[in-house]
């Protein structure tokens, strides 16, 4: 594996020049891993990029090591990141304005245009054809001092280079994010159109839903705030389209109310949540997984929901598919919950791989009725042997029904016989999803007979499937896919041999934990929570998880 | 297109009516239904989308499609499904404390986004589901029990706020005055873009100051829209209250067609079509 960063300051263009890297190395069919670090502050604070490269051949993209072979910074703060991380103290380069390393490592370069010298000193030291890094600083970086600061840092990093050489070969690699991977599974998923408010992690749906839309027949409105997209969003499904809407924590809390609307009325919709730092606006930058009690509970009054949780960014082209089939199913909203490491980490995989994925799940509209002749004494909540209610869509003579918030009978009339209404109707809305049929609730990763089982989900996924990779003896992993309902029974059988169980989390009170505490009685559990924003690298979680097992560091829960 | 000829009676569901007799809500209800009979659109394309109040139940009585939703959520809920289903005759419906108190965001992006589909406000200046306080349209001094001593905050004027968010369309009509405002709600759903209809609705229980006899005396009727800015601004400056159709931005007049809904593309096109759309 090879491992670069780029260090400099927001406006710097790093994370451009970091995405001329890995579409390079995408092009190439080199599997490989982006890492993305955006400072808060849009000007004045810093950025870095970093690149985790598998070795030719490998489909898996690697997770994120302490080890950097290479790297660029643009002032000490950089140095003071990278120096500790670096397999060789001669492989860092900086600008003139870094004190800490070696002179000859050091150029004086224009604040616009240290990114490309950087990127050339990568491009050097990987071996990459100098005629194809040429040809993508023009695209971005037009000019003939890009060109020369990007040939000076090939130079030096070609000097470096110790028989690293990337071979010249067509590829049918593609580089996708959580958010892309989120945007082809809506698609796939009969999605067409979408409503949303930007929101930090999740504003690049919404940018890829207003490309991809349109030419398909389809739209994308950027509404005015979150209320109005959920509540768009509501009113396309309702009209039979179907739809999704993606936030974050905010953005979540805003769209409360309507998750009670949604499930008083059984209008099916998919709602993801890309977490971030809270509580507030928190860390809007930085990786968490702290709503999860909330998208637990959050709504008043008492109606059913399912939570899904996708595990790496494969997962989630097929999670959100799944997710629109079981909304139109179960006709309640449909949670997914993934964090903001998992959303914007880029991966670069061959493409029969993600279509793979995306033809993966067949769309089922389930009791929705799209077409119909018309109908005679039609109730919207009327359920036969307590299947789901046929639901109509307007277009359907007959089909006509009110869907209202105000509790209501079997056609949908507010102001019913409330003892009756509240005995039927009530329990049989509220218990719909009480159990779900939904194929893999959880992944089961490495041998079966491992004594320590780690269980975590979303960007924890990566971390857990390295580790039980590189001791197979010792660990295995419970990514789990499903947290509402509990998968009980699923968890349990994939515990069945573990002598201990560590709860891996990114938050301080042990969510996931306290959610799956009954799947987990008779074990010895630890949790292993971390909720300084930080995503570990490989080598950082191995350290936490044996300082847990070695009884140094006990992280007791909130 | 016309599968056979619609009357009012189409519309009913025969659910029973729960608002207080004399409610001027009544009126505005058959108006619609006669609106929308007239120009031979069939209930089960229509959608009727209402907020919370007494006005908000409107839905409940509609023998087409509704949707009951939150306060002051109606018009979002709206162009959900005017923006996804253009095939469909949307209406957005509420009352003053519904669409200009908690709603009032919403009103200015709907005017701006300027979507095919008409928001009819019945504005009985109260808030009379929550028993009488008073509303975003009650005027300077009213009194009720969250004003005692007389509303100091000077009310919304829908009229002006919609045209300055670029209403296309914008009216006022009078539920006690049943032909004049069955036209302008026809007027209104055959107008191609964003329509206003502000109706005022008495509420005979709590808002008996401003009743039936009060608007008749007051109201002007307007046989056409201001041509000017200054023109209409002038018109429904208060104490006008101007009823009819006051501003008409352009003549763009037509209706939903009842097209094929989109067939979606094959499985296999859409995995080469999202292909294209990567790097």
Redesign the interface.
């Known amino acids: 594996m090879k491992t670069a960063a780029l260090f400099g300051l927001t406006g710097q263009g790093i994370e451009t020049a970091g995405e001329i890297l890995s579409?390079i190395l995408?092009s190439q069919g080199y599997t490989h891993r982006a890492w993305r670090d955006f400072s808060t502050i849009i000007r004045g604070g810093h950025t870095a990029f970093e690149i985790y490269i598998s070795e030719e051949g490998e489909a898996t993209p690697p997770p994120r090591i302490e080890k950097i072979d290479i790297a660029v910074v643009w002032d000490d703060e950089g140095a003071k990141r990278y120096l500790p991380r670096m397999t060789d103290h001669v492989m860092i380069f900086g600008s003139s304005n870094v004190t800490q390393i070696q002179e000859e490592n050091r150029e004086e370069t224009p604040k616009l245009g240290f990114n490309v010298w950087g990127l050339g000193i990568i491009a050097g030291y990987l071996g990459i054809p100098f005629s194809l890094l040429e040809d993508s600083i023009n695209q971005h970086f037009a000019g003939e001092s890009n060109q020369n600061l990007a040939h000076r840092g090939y130079i030096l990093g070609q000097f470096k280079n110790k028989g690293n050489a990337l071979t010249s070969k067509p590829s049918s690699h593609?580089?996708?994010s959580g958010n892309?991977a989120l945007s082809?599974g809506a698609?796939?998923g009969?999605v067409?159109?979408y409503?949303g408010y930007p929101i930090t992690p999740a504003s690049e749906i919404l940018e890829n839903l207003t490309?991809?839309l349109p030419?398909?027949?389809g739209?994308t409105?950027q509404?005015?705030?979150e209320?109005?997209?959920i509540?768009?969003?509501?009113?396309?499904?309702?009209?039979?389209?179907r739809?999704f809407v993606a936030s974050s924590g905010p953005g979540i809390a805003l769209m409360t109310?309507?998750l009670s609307?949604l499930g008083a009325?059984e209008i099916p919709l998919v709602i993801i949540d890309n977490q971030r730092g809270g509580p507030s606006t928190g860390m809007p930058t930085k990786t968490e997984q702290s709503d999860l009690l909330h998208l637990r509970y959050a709504g008043h009054g008492e109606f059913a929901r399912i939570i899904l949780t996708p595990t790496d960014v494969l997962d989630c082209v097929v999670v959100i598919q799944e997710a629109l089939n079981l909304a139109d199913y179960y006709q309640c909203p449909v949670i997914i919950a993934l964090d903001l490491d998992l959303a914007v980490r880029r991966v670069s995989l061959p493409?029969d791989v993600v279509?793979k994925a995306?033809?993966s799940v067949a769309?089922d509209r389930g009791p929705t009725l799209?077409e119909s002749p018309p109908l005679e004494d039609y109730a919207r909540y009327r359920s036969v042997d307590g299947a789901p209610p046929i639901r109509t869509v307007?277009?359907?003579?007959?089909?006509?029904?009110?869907?209202?918030?105000?509790e209501h009978d079997e056609?949908?009339?507010?102001?019913p016989d409330f003892k009756v209404v509240r005995q039927n109707h009530h329990l049989r809305r509220l218990h719909k999803a009480d159990q779900i049929e939904y194929q893999r609730p959880l992944s089961l990763i490495g041998n079966v007979d491992a004594p320590v089982a780690i269980i975590g989900t979303g960007s924890m996924g990566e971390l857990i499937e390295s580790l039980v990779r590189r001791y197979p003896e010792q660990y295995k992993g419970v990514l789990l896919r499903q947290l509402h309902p509990v998968p009980v029974d699923s968890i349990v059988n994939a515990l069945s041999a573990a002598k201990t169980v560590i709860v891996a989390e990114y938050n301080a009170t042990g969510q996931i934990r306290s959610m799956i505490e009954s799947a987990l009685n008779d074990k010895l559990t630890h949790s292993l929570l971390q909720f300084n924003g930080e995503h570990y690298t490989l080598e950082e979680f191995q350290d936490a998880i044996t300082g847990i097992l070695s009884g140094q560091k006990e992280l007791t829960r909130g | 297109m016309a599968d056979t000829a619609v009357t009012a009676k189409d519309y009913m569901n025969g659910n029973p009516i729960t608002w207080c007799p004399g409610c001027g809500d009544f009126s505005v209800l058959k108006c619609m239904h006669r609106a929308l009979a007239s120009l031979n659109i069939q209930p089960e394309d229509t959608v009727l989308v209402s907020g919370i109040g007494c006005s908000g139940k409107i839905g409940h009585y509609h023998g087409g499609y509704a949707i009951h939703g939150t306060h002051g959520r109606a018009l979002p809920i709206a162009q959900g499904v005017k923006a996804s289903r253009p095939d469909l005759t949307v209406i957005a419906a509420g009352g003053d404390g519904d669409g200009y108190g908690i709603g009032v965001g919403h009103l200015v992006h709907a005017a701006r986004r300027n979507l095919n589909f008409t928001y009819i406000v019945m504005d009985n200046g109260v808030y009379g589901n929550t028993k009488g306080q008073t509303s975003p349209t009650s005027p300077l001094g009213y009194q009720s029990s969250t004003t005692p001593f007389g509303n100091a905050d000077l009310p919304i004027n829908p009229l002006l706020l919609a045209w300055a968010s670029g209403a296309s369309f914008v009216a006022q009509g009078f539920s006690g005055d049943a032909k004049h405002l069955e036209n302008l709600i026809a007027q209104a759903v055959q107008h191609e873009g964003f329509s206003l209809v502000n109706i005022f609705s008495p509420c005979v229980v709590f808002n008996k100051a401003q009743g039936y006899d009060f608007y008749r005396q007051k109201i002007n009727y307007i046989e056409t829209p201001a041509a000017t800015a200054q023109d209409y601004v002038g018109m429904i400056s208060p104490p006008s209250m101007p009823v009819g159709v006051l501003w008409k931005s352009y003549q763009k007049d037509s209706l939903p067609i009842k097209e094929q809904r989109q067939s979606k593309a094959e499985e296999a096109d859409i995995a080469a079509y999202l292909r294209s759309r990567l790097a």
């Open positions: 579409n995408r593609v580089s996708i892309d082809l698609i796939a009969d067409r159109h409503f490309k991809w030419p398909l027949g739209k409105v509404v005015e705030d209320m109005a997209a509540y768009a969003a509501a009113g396309a499904s309702y009209a039979g389209e739809t109310e309507a609307y009325t493409w279509e995306i033809g769309v799209l307007p277009g359907i003579k007959g089909g006509g029904h009110v869907a209202s918030g105000d056609k949908g009339f507010m102001e």
